[in-house]
């Protein structure tokens, strides 16, 4: 696998390795040790899949306060998307920027999106899966949120944010400087 580090410290994108012939393709998905030693040391202890049926569907941006914080290690399985990580930890030089990457089912990319970063995504086709990895268990009473549209944060968003489909819940999320 090759790896890329962002101007952000912590988030990496994960390029695999493919091997192409006749019959299609093969990479690693993901391997432990190659893992710890190249992007972080952490241990996974649940996967989560979701489905968006359409195009432009927005997720996010959710955390995990502590002690619950997680890390999550993302990759699109079908489809493709607009993926997402906002700088909160405080004191951080980066609090309160973002990076961006499309992930990709055909590319293979995954975004390590470490503890103290909030993350979303908007789908960019229909019926778009999405499979992530994450270092602590969901846990209701520890998560949160921050509106995808925080004039203070600026995601450029891939698509016009009333366009976008979004949960209640994630409509309703505060501001960044609300969390502070």
């Given at each position: ?24 393709y ?8 190659a ?10 202890v ?5 489905l968006?049926k359409?195009r ?8 995990q306060?502590?002690p ?13 998307i ?7 930890r ?27 970063f909030?993350?979303?995504y ?5 019926d778009t ?5 994450v270092t ?8 949160a949120?921050i ?27 505060p501001r ?5």
């Amino acid at each position: 696998m090759h790896v890329r580090h962002f101007d952000i410290k912590g988030p990496a994108l994960i390029l695999p390795k493919r091997h192409e012939d006749a019959r299609g393709y093969f990479y690693e998905a993901f391997r432990d040790d190659a893992f710890r030693q190249t992007v972080a040391d952490v241990t996974f202890v649940q996967d989560n899949q979701a489905l968006s049926k359409d195009r432009a569907t927005l997720r996010g941006l959710h955390y995990q306060r502590s002690p619950a914080a997680q890390g999550k290690l993302v990759r699109c399985l079908k489809g493709s998307i607009f993926d997402v990580a906002v700088d909160i930890r405080k004191g951080s030089d980066t609090f309160g920027r973002w990076l961006g990457q499309t992930l990709t089912a055909s590319g293979g990319e995954q975004l390590w999106v470490p503890e103290g970063f909030a993350h979303g995504y908007v789908t960019l086709e229909d019926d778009t899966e999405v499979f992530y990895k994450v270092t602590h268990p969901y846990s209701p009473e520890h998560e949160a949120g921050i509106a995808f549209d925080d004039p203070d944060i600026s995601v450029a968003w891939p698509f016009d944010p009333a366009l976008v489909i979004l949960s209640a819940k994630d409509k309703a999320q505060p501001r960044l400087a609300e969390m502070i």
